[in-house]
């Protein structure tokens, strides 16, 4: 029987690596990801994988692999992605112990929530911070 208190989120980040191996190391232990799943090829690039926080997801593979997702993504540019915390200083300091480039500190925002900003390995903006967004009503 399937959870019921599980709802899978709708929007997941993906993001492409040149070295995933050493992005997945870095967000699980400096940003306290869980990785879920892993896939790689029988040279050891990592396809896809998953990793989770709370309730939410983020996708990663190595960049250079081929085809169509990694082509697109060819020239973009690093990408921003917004992360829900309990408790910000103790994610931060986490996040510092670890060596996770520290973009702004903890820092109490005018809308209520309390915020702070790295930069990962290749140049991905990570905040974090307790802003929830509310989520839509769904009609039934």
């Known amino acids: 029987m399937a959870d019921t208190n599980t709802v899978a989120p709708t929007v997941t980040p993906a993001l492409l690596y040149r070295d995933?191996?050493?992005a997945i190391q870095q967000l699980t232990e400096?940003?306290?990801f869980t990785q879920a799943a892993l896939y790689e090829s029988e040279d050891g690039t990592v396809l896809h994988a998953e990793l989770v926080y709370g309730n939410g997801i983020?996708?990663?593979g190595s960049k250079g692999r081929g085809?169509?997702?990694d082509e697109a993504m060819a020239n973009a540019g690093p990408s921003g992605v917004y992360?829900?915390?309990e408790d910000t200083d103790a994610?931060?300091?986490r996040a510092a112990e670890h060596g996770a480039e520290i973009l702004m500190p903890p820092t109490d925002q005018d809308y209520g929530s309390r915020d702070y900003m790295a930069r990962d390995r290749e140049g991905n903006v990570w905040s974090f911070g307790t802003y929830a967004p509310a989520a839509p009503e769904i009609a039934g």
Do not use: E, L, N
């Open 20 to 22: 995933a191996k050493a």
């Open 83 to 85: 992360v829900v915390v």
């Open 67 to 69: 085809g169509v997702y």
């Open 91 to 93: 994610h931060h300091k």
């Open 30 to 32: 400096a940003f306290g």
């Open 58 to 60: 983020v996708m990663v």
